[in-house]
């Protein structure tokens, strides 16, 4: 009797113990290591439906990354586009940045707190140096260096926002596909701009 008492208790024992290294395993495959575990909603584990309900696949939270950063910047440069152009035409041009980049990082910033991803609100060093070499340049000179950086950054933006248009996730396709519309105006008005610079 102790010896088939003794094996249920093993047999018992053994199951809670596979059980417990199961889920184990389940909450760490589930889990982001940014953005939390996106399989949790409303506390419960929702299978298949986190990209939906909470969370986004990867590329969806590296696109949002990147856009983020970028936005950052465009709004830095033109803040010191406003202080250091000389020409009225590259003003309102960064002036229009300022606007309309300012809105979408905005918009960015609601849409990762509701997926649960973390964007970065500075910029890595090498950006922030960057601006911190274009507030020395002023004039004409810095009209062309700012309206270069321009076309470059804006035609990488538009490849950037056209992945981003092609994400499963609903809401980042309907973000990405309207913004991508307002970036490739700007790609467009600074290719013209730097064509018009002396």
Avoid at 131 to 142: P, Q, S, V
Wanted: charged share 25%; with cysteine; glycine share 6%.
């Amino acid at each position: 009797m102790k010896k088939i008492f003794m094996l249920s208790a093993i047999v018992a024992a053994s199951v809670t113990f596979q059980a417990c290294q199961t889920a184990d395993k389940k909450s760490s495959t589930t889990k982001d290591s940014i953005s939390g575990d996106t399989s949790m909603v409303n506390g419960n584990h929702v299978s298949g439906s986190e990209v939906v309900e909470s969370g986004i696949d990867d590329a969806g939270a590296t696109f949002l990354r990147k856009a983020a950063v970028g936005g950052i910047m465009e709004v830095e440069a033109a803040k010191i586009a406003q202080q250091n152009a000389s020409s009225q035409e590259v003003k309102d041009f960064a002036a229009k940045m300022l606007e309309d980049h300012t809105k979408a990082n905005k918009e960015l910033k609601a849409f990762a707190i509701q997926k649960k991803v973390i964007t970065p609100d500075a910029l890595p060093g090498e950006d922030q140096i960057h601006l911190d070499e274009m507030k020395k340049i002023k004039g004409a000179a810095f009209d062309k260096h700012y309206m270069g950086m321009m076309v470059t950054d804006h035609d990488k933006t538009v490849a950037l926002f056209k992945d981003g248009a092609q994400n499963r996730d609903a809401g980042l396709k309907q973000w990405a596909t309207k913004t991508l519309a307002v970036i490739e105006q700007h790609d467009e008005m600074a290719k013209k701009i730097t064509l018009n610079l002396k």
